[in-house]
């Protein structure tokens, strides 16, 4: 994986800003276990993904990685339109991106 990529997690994480976010965008650069400074064992994850600029970048394990999308430019993180289904019918809504940009 080299270039700048849309990953999902497979786990919803904190970022920096204080936000729970279920996927990270940037730079992606592929690395073992052995930058954490410990080995993993082999029911492990033991390669990782950095995903973004050393001031905001981040560590997802290759086991948390669900999708990997490759995409040059950054996507949106404008509010969402979602739905959801009850009692009441559908019903539209607009929630905050879930998208981490880590550059």
Same mark, same amino acid.
């Given at each position: ?5 849309? /990953? ?12 729970? =976010? ?27 993904? =950095? ?13 948390? /990685? ?18 959801? =289904? ?6 539209? =809504? ?10």
């Amino acid at each position: 994986m080299q270039g700048k990529y849309l /990953i999902t997690t497979d786990a919803w994480f904190y970022a920096p800003d204080g936000l729970k =976010y279920r996927s990270v965008w940037g730079d992606v650069k592929i690395i073992e276990d052995t930058v954490l400074g410990v080995k993993t064992n082999r029911n492990s994850s033991n390669w990782y993904a =950095y995903v973004g600029s050393e001031e905001k970048g981040m560590i997802v394990a290759g086991c948390q /990685i669900h999708y990997a999308v490759k995409c040059e430019k950054p996507p949106n993180t404008d509010r969402v339109k979602d739905v959801s =289904y009850g009692e009441q019918g559908l019903k539209e =809504y607009e929630r905050p991106s879930e998208i981490y940009v880590a550059q």
